[in-house]
């Protein structure tokens, strides 16, 4: 599976405020861009901390890009996949509406109740992991159901887990032309941090895009 971690940060590294409120730090030039990673995606995947932050649809806005899809002979909108270890998704959150196919990804600590709510309303429901999500082992299972390109839209803590596990192939930064500041405020990767071994990247390009810039790197 290849794996594409995108996200837009403020020029001091935040994701979003120290309320982690929903801030646009872009602009419209680069919301296309992302709906065209989307679009050549087979599925996008969150962290459950953005779907309780900003109940996120993920789907894809430009009609001519759901057009080409379906003549491709795939679904007009990519899969969306929600990491979220102890089944907190709502049931009511819109990734789970019929657009798309959903997957939420759970550990085996999750409630019993609230899995079962979650499988009630139609999505398919992964186990992997004891206590938190096993990346390595539900990306095995979302492989096996045809997912080969994996877009990665969020928060910081999946961000860190997955360059923690080796599991990115491509970055892709938008930096705008804010400071947000607070040592609170949630950054690109949070979690526990590196200290000893750093992930290695290759800055692939440079772009100036409305009025920021797109950093975009392989990870090697």
Do not use: C
Request: no cysteine; net charge negative.
């Amino acid at each position: 599976m290849h794996v594409v971690v995108n996200a837009a940060t403020s020029a001091d590294g935040k994701l979003s405020t120290r309320r982690r409120e929903q801030i646009k730090i872009s602009g419209a030039d680069d919301f296309a861009r992302v709906d065209r990673v989307r679009a050549d995606s087979d599925a996008v995947l969150v962290g459950v901390g953005t779907v309780l932050a900003d109940d996120p649809h993920l789907t894809v806005d430009d009609a001519d890009y759901r057009d080409e899809r379906q003549s491709d002979g795939r679904e007009p909108h990519p899969a969306r996949v929600v990491a979220d270890s102890r089944a907190r998704t709502p049931t009511d959150a819109r990734i789970l509406d019929d657009a798309a196919t959903t997957y939420v990804l759970v550990s085996e600590s999750a409630p019993a109740d609230r899995v079962s709510a979650l499988e009630k309303t139609g999505e398919t429901v992964v186990t992997a992991g004891d206590t938190r999500v096993s990346f390595p082992e539900a990306f095995a299972e979302l492989e096996a159901r045809g997912i080969d390109r994996l877009m990665v839209e969020g928060g910081g803590e999946v961000i860190f887990s997955l360059f923690e596990d080796e599991l990115v192939d491509e970055l892709s930064v938008y930096v705008g032309s804010v400071v947000l500041g607070g040592r609170d405020a949630p950054t690109l990767a949070d979690g526990d941090g590196f200290v000893e071994s750093f992930p290695t990247l290759d800055l692939r390009d440079v772009e100036r895009i409305d009025d920021g810039v797109l950093l975009t790197y392989d990870v090697v």
